[in-house]
């Protein structure tokens, strides 16, 4: 995903060094019931029931994120793609979340209900580019984001491969021509399979490449969503998805607006392109009065839910992160110096350009904040 950094020349093995690290897990250890409690301002569920920037604004301090609530964290573990996600358990019990895998469209995709049903909702999480759906489960700890919300967490894989003749296929990728229609198989096929309803909300949530991804699937099929959540986007993990939100905004697609929740870490080399990003959904979904909320020292909220298609947007800055998912389970411990090194430390850890931050969540904070603004 990083053959597209911008600027100067970048020889042939930094790019291959950073293509390796490309984003393989990251965060440190956390599980999250939405954070804190209290709350209120403006919006009359609470940070614990969904967490939403006016809640945040009236007390950040019952705001801030609560990790290890739904699921024990997994520990240190291999830097490797795991064939299956780990289970979620709590306190040495069965935390009561099922996975099952299927295919469709030749995607294979991996399928998280907890025991309430998961009929809240669908959330389908793209993996970064040499990473895979059960990995992202892991790393994401998407198992407890099913429990605490009551969704059918669904995590595909991409069938797509990159450069095949250096790595024998190994890297997989959402950011390519086909991935909309991929995507859309995959919901429609767990719709069908779990008897859920057109009137269900379908949040797509993406990381790097996999925000890319999420970024085409919006232009291309906007229509059959209820929220869009991109990590660590920008034009670090793909032209093409800028250029298609550029042209999104160009002709002012009002009729494809959806809410939208950005989370960019402040050390983050793709920072400023997200934030472009940003601007451009602020046109798509008509938005003005972009205001911002201060969660803690390390993390500012841009939100406007002043929106001519009644659909808002925010940013999160999350100051002290990188390319990464802040709130992360990392597969490995953190390492206070090669996490600053680009690639540092051969982890594959989404640590790079900076640490994972815990100061926001961007699994269960994150789909809140997308859910708040619909």
């Known amino acids: ?33 939405g954070s804190g409690g209290g709350g209120g301002g403006g919006n009359a569920k609470t940070c614990s029931e969904q967490f939403n920037a006016d809640a945040a604004a009236a007390n950040p301090d019952a705001c801030q994120p609560a990790y290890n609530t739904q699921c024990d964290a997994l520990g240190a573990r291999p830097p490797v793609n795991a064939s ?30 907890p025991a309430t049903g998961g009929k809240k909702g669908i959330y389908v999480g793209l993996h ?48 390519y021509d086909g991935a909309p229609a991929a995507i859309a198989a995959v919901i429609a096929d767990v719709k069908a399979r779990n008897g859920i309803g057109n009137n269900v ?47 999104t905004a160009s002709a002012a697609k009002a009729a494809t607006s959806v809410p939208v929740t950005m989370i960019q870490g ?15 959904f602020k046109v798509i979904n008509g938005c003005s009065n972009v205001r911002t909320v201060t969660l803690n020292e390390q993390v500012d909220i841009e939100v406007s839910t002043t929106c001519t298609s009644d659909d808002g947007i925010a940013f999160v ?34 640590s790079i350009f900076g640490r994972v931050s815990y100061s926001f969540d961007a699994t269960i904070q994150g789909y809140d904040l997308v859910r708040s603004l619909d």
Request: charged share 15%.
């Open 201 to 247: 909300p379908v949040v797509l949530a993406g990381v790097s490449s996999g925000a890319a991804g999420a970024a085409r699937f919006f232009c291309a099929l906007g229509n059959q969503l209820d929220g869009l959540l991109m990590v660590s986007a920008g034009e670090i993990s793909g032209e093409s998805s800028t250029a298609c939100l550029s042209a």
């Open 84 to 113: 299956e996600p780990s289970p979620c358990t709590k306190g040495g019990t069965d935390g009561g979340v099922t996975t099952e895998s299927f295919t469709a469209a030749d995607t294979n995709y991996t399928v998280l209900k």
């Open 317 to 350: 800055n999350v100051k002290d992160s990188g390319h990464n998912w802040p709130g992360m389970d990392r597969p490995i411990p953190s390492n206070p110096v090669t996490d600053y090194i680009p690639a540092g430390s051969s982890s594959g850890a989404m």
């Open 266 to 280: 402040g050390r983050d080399p793709a920072y400023a392109d997200a934030h472009a990003n940003f601007d451009r």
């Open 1 to 33: 995903m990083f053959e597209r950094i911008r600027g100067a020349g970048t020889v042939l093995a930094g790019s291959l060094v950073l293509l390796l690290a490309a984003c393989g897990g990251g965060g440190g250890g956390g599980s999250d019931d």
């Open 128 to 175: 970064w580019r040499g990473g895979n759906g059960a990995t992202m489960a892991n790393n994401m700890r998407l198992a407890e984001l099913a429990k605490a919300r009551d969704l059918t967490v669904v995590v595909p894989d991409s069938a797509h491969n990159i450069i095949d003749l250096v790595f024998g296929g190994a890297l997989k990728d959402w950011d």
